[in-house]
């Protein structure tokens, strides 16, 4: 189910963003190096193709740890200290392979790129803002493979990415702890955004900044993406966006949650609904020849007391392979779970017949 082919990516490259300041301005990514120019497609615009896995950063929290607030960089000393937990867990996994052991090493494996303490940058706070209180009660009533005390009676009872449909979105976006890897291709007008895992997005891009979207009725587990340039910044909105909660027994009305757990330091259980309001502002800028700075900022006030912008580095990796994320092929477990479950109320069935009748253990 939630497993993939063993990645062996090859060397990971260190990002190299230098800190700027203990806040950073949404919209405004830190500037280029003096004399860079972005480099152009044979059609004028920015070029942004390459290979982009974004592995390097999934051990970077969501929310922003109380221990750093107010800082959105680390310091030396905290750098230090996360490069030689990477090089341990380098260390950890060379092991494993020499030995023949492979464990959940280069399943679930990531570097220490970047200095960043956190991925949210606003909120200032670095925070993620609270749910609604509508939002609230959908969370702790919906339903996944990931919610505690949950009896599973039919595909009604997991999530999208359970049942290999979907992430989610702006979730596909963002650090999982595998098949991190993003790759852009362009065309005149067009900018493909291929993702490892459960998703490819073809995004028209026009030249002015008020983009057309489909009819409000018509939805897409990515959402409708529409793009223009802002300069070096490729800037891309979406909306339409698969709505609905976790909480409902309709299929049809289920959807992907925004945010899914699988990144780190986001709300659990995968049960965050999304509304018909929903929407996402991304922002593309390369910083440097390897380099770009991805800002995402979601919107949606059925859900989100108030919207909240995440931020990434993405290091440029032609060394990484992308592999077959082969989920339906073998995704067993939603029956397995159903039939497991489905054992266990016969078995407290039995048993509360059982202590009816008088008995106190097996029957005869």
Known sequence: MKTRFLILAGAALLATVAPVAAQETVGAPPPNPEGWQAPKTAWG?????????????????????????????QTEEEYARRLQQANSSDAAYAREDRSGTIGMGHWVESDASGRRTNLVIDPPNGVLPDLTPQAA????????????????????DFDSWDRCVSR??????????????????????????????????VIPVGQGSDPAHWP????????????????????????????????????????GSPLNMATLGV??????????????????????????????TYSDPEVFTAPFTARIDWTRNG????????CHEGDVQVRNYITSSRAGTLQEASAADRAA????????
């Open 357 to 364: 009748g008088g008995e106190s253990g097996g029957s005869d």
């Open 267 to 296: 709300p659990a259980w995968n049960t965050i609904p999304t509304s018909t309001q929903a929407k996402v502002v991304e922002r593309l800028t390369p910083q440097d020849e390897n380099h770009i700075t991805y800002e995402m």
């Open 137 to 156: 009660a959908l969370r702790m009533a919906g339903r996944s493979s990931w919610t505690p005390n949950t009896k599973y009676n039919w595909v009604t």
């Open 168 to 201: 989610g979105f702006p979730a596909s976006m963002l650090p999982f702890r595998y098949n991190n890897g993003i790759r852009i291709y362009q065309s005149p007008g067009y900018v493909t955004i291929a993702l490892e895992m459960l998703g490819t997005r």
């Open 45 to 73: 615009d920015p070029d942004l193709r390459g290979t982009w896995p974004i592995d390097n950063i999934a051990s970077l929290p969501m929310n922003r740890p109380a221990n750093v607030q107010g800082r959105a960089w």
């Open 216 to 255: 409000a009725p018509v939805e897409a587990w990515l959402g409708n993406s529409v793009g223009h340039w802002e300069g070096n910044t490729l800037v891309i909105e979406t909306t339409n966006i698969k709505s609905g909660d976790s909480a409902t027994q309709n299929s049809f009305a289920r959807n």
């Open 319 to 326: 060394e990484y392979e992308f592999y077959e994320y082969a």
